[in-house]
């Protein structure tokens, strides 16, 4: 005959202050554990985000961004004129030839400086990318030393507000509009005209092409062609795929790291939670004494005590989601170890880290109560009553 539920539940009531103390240290374990998950969640979000899958990003072959890429002339202009490449109501390929480079900004507040992308755009770049609208201003005129900077950057960097200016290529730069992209990687660039960057910087290739495919199942044949033509040195990915790659190292790192504080962590939180049981073991053997003479197996004194345990760890797996959540306000920077740029981006709570976290929790429980659970299920009759 199983014990009630309701018996553990009311236990647990009975200890409010023990059972807040046990609850609020799982709940800060899992409050870590859920926020590095977080965070690697909205570092791949925002790359990823970034990218269309109809579009394709072309760089030479083996680079890992942008920023190490180097596509010639005559490479662009054969990727350009590939069959795949989708043509826009004007006639004209829906095609763009771009620049990427680092500079060093200074942020405001600290004075202190970061690595921030240079984008050098064409007027279809904006078009090949619908997440991004102009949110102040105007666009910059082709040919001009006007730029476009992105929302976080206007926001964080000296000089990169509207109507302010930058002066790096040996050129002054005047912002003329702020761009929204939303929560992709493009709030962290700043855009100008590709061919006068290019004889700023004197960088004599491009970076990248990235065009907008005919049919998205055209692909693989266009993959195939362009990294097999022995005129070539490049490579083509989704876009989609380019980004999801940037993302890779610092995402894995994150969970890495959060998963070895997590651990030391919760070997305190498991160890607290014992310590409770036992109490509460200790604390009840004349009632486990009773139980068992009512006529209640040892199974179902276990099973009472483990399900107390686990009422525990799932009540600090609730606390620790919930504060984790909050999270979610904060919008931080770190540098994309692939393109060595500094990158905002938000904690990204999930179902799926919402049910991580709470199997987190109950694992913690299960193991914090399970031995304590098992003295109470072998305590004999006469011995428990004894104890009165």
Do not use: C
């Not at 018996?7 to 609850?23: E, G, H, M, P, V």
């Not at 949110?135 to 001009?144: C, D, F, L």
């Not at 987190?360 to 109560?369: I, Y």
Request: proline share 3%; hydrophobic share 50%.
């Amino acid at each position: 005959m199983p014990i009630p539920i309701s018996y553990s539940y009311r236990n647990l009531l009975t200890r409010r202050l023990t059972t807040i103390l046990t609850a609020a240290g799982m709940g800060l374990v899992v409050f870590v554990f859920a926020a590095t998950l977080m965070l690697a969640e909205g570092l791949e979000k925002t790359l990823v985000e970034t990218g269309s899958p109809d579009n394709v990003v072309v760089i030479r072959r083996a680079s890992q961004s942008e920023v190490q890429s180097g596509v010639e002339r005559l490479q662009a202009s054969i990727v350009e004129g590939a069959p795949e490449v989708a043509i826009g109501e004007d006639g004209n390929p829906l095609l763009a030839k771009e620049l990427v480079v680092l500079i060093n900004l200074n942020k405001r507040g600290s004075g202190k400086p970061a690595n921030v992308v240079i984008r050098g755009v064409t007027p279809l770049s904006m078009a090949l990318r619908s997440q991004i609208r102009l949110a102040a201003g105007r666009m910059p005129r082709p040919g001009s030393t006007e730029i476009l900077a992105g929302e976080s950057i206007a926001r964080r960097f000296e000089g990169a507000g509207i109507g302010e200016h930058l002066n790096f290529a040996m050129r002054d730069w005047t912002v003329v509009g702020i761009m929204d992209a939303g929560s992709t990687g493009f709030s962290s660039e700043i855009w100008g005209d590709t061919d006068l960057l290019m004889q700023s910087f004197r960088r004599p290739v491009y970076s990248s092409v990235i065009f907008k495919l005919r049919e998205s199942a055209a692909f693989d044949s266009f993959k195939n062609r362009i990294e097999t033509d022995p005129r070539l040195n490049l490579e083509a990915k989704r876009e989609t795929k380019y980004y999801l790659d940037q993302s890779e190292a610092m995402a894995k790192f994150l969970r890495i790291l959060g998963l070895a504080l997590t651990i030391i962590f919760s070997l305190g939180a498991v160890i607290g939670a014992m310590i409770t049981m036992y109490a509460a073991v200790a604390n009840r053997v004349t009632e486990i004494g009773t139980l068992r003479a009512l006529g209640f197996q040892r199974w179902s004194i276990l099973a009472a005590f483990v399900l107390e345990s686990l009422f525990l760890g799932l009540l600090g797996g609730i606390l620790g989601v919930f504060a984790a959540s909050f999270m979610q306000l904060i919008t931080i920077s770190t540098m994309n170890w692939q393109s060595f740029a500094e990158l905002a981006f938000s904690f990204t709570l999930t179902p799926g880290i919402v049910a991580w976290s709470l199997a987190f929790s109950l694992g913690m429980g299960l193991v914090g109560g399970f031995f304590p659970a098992l003295r109470a299920a072998r305590m004999g009759i006469v011995d428990s009553l004894r104890a009165s």
